[in-house]
């Protein structure tokens, strides 16, 4: 609910990140809540080098902000 109001007050201003196989790897909850707000387009971009070491790195980021 944060993000869809969020959304609704400043627009859609950080892309969903995908990779070549049109699969999120960042974004999740920005989709959601796009969903949700009935959106027909979102900013999307498409990470297709090095996405193992980009994945891990937010796994990283994930778990540290989990910790707080």
Request: hydrophobic fraction near 35%; include cysteine; charge should be positive.
């Amino acid at each position: 609910e944060y993000v869809a109001n969020s959304i609704k007050e400043f627009g859609f201003k950080v892309p969903i990140v995908i990779d070549k196989n049109n699969t999120i790897v960042a974004g999740h909850t920005r989709y959601k809540a796009s969903m949700e707000l009935g959106l027909e387009e979102v900013l999307v971009t498409c990470r297709e080098d090095n996405i193992a070491s980009y994945k891990t790195m937010l796994k990283t980021f994930q778990k540290q902000i989990d910790k707080q």
